[in-house]
Nanobody, 123 residues
Framework: QVQLVESGGGLVQAGDSLRLSCAASGLTFSNSGMGWFRQAPGKEREFVSGISWNGDTNYVDSVKVRFTISRDNAKNTVYLQMNSLKPADTADYFC?????????????????WGPGTQVIVSS
């Protein structure tokens, strides 16, 4: 079955960097679109970034110049490099896969989800 496993979260200070990883198995990764979403306490899950099967990227405006999504098809892994972190970035971060290869912002277009990794940014 499809498994997505996130890693790389943690507790950091404002201005620091983190790199999240998501290792995928059980799917044709090179054909899949991959997305990162986040959910802060008491808030709805929101789109952060997506990368299509051919490398086209998509970002929410609030992270556009600070975060970079990338993928390594040889390792079946998608990354989210997060720089200049802010307390507002504090959330659980989830990796998701879209079997149609898109980099959509829509939650309902992602069929597979990981369990999430927690990011806490202190001020």
């Amino acid at each position: 079955q499809v498994q997505l496993v996130e890693s790389g979260g943690g507790l950091v200070q404002a201005g620091d960097s983190l790199r999240l990883s998501c290792a995928a198995s059980g799917l044709t990764f090179s054909n899949s679109g991959m997305g990162w979403f986040r959910q802060a306490p008491g808030k709805e899950r929101e789109f952060v970034s997506g990368i299509s099967w051919n490398g086209d990227t998509n970002y929410v405006d609030s992270v556009k110049v600070r975060f970079t999504i990338s993928r390594d098809n040889a390792k079946n892994t998608v990354y989210l490099q997060m720089n200049s972190l802010k307390p507002a970035d504090t959330a659980d971060y989830f990796c998701a896969a879209d079997s149609l290869g898109r980099n959509s912002r829509a939650i309902n277009q992602y069929l597979y989800w990981g369990p999430g990794t927690q990011v806490i940014v202190s001020s």
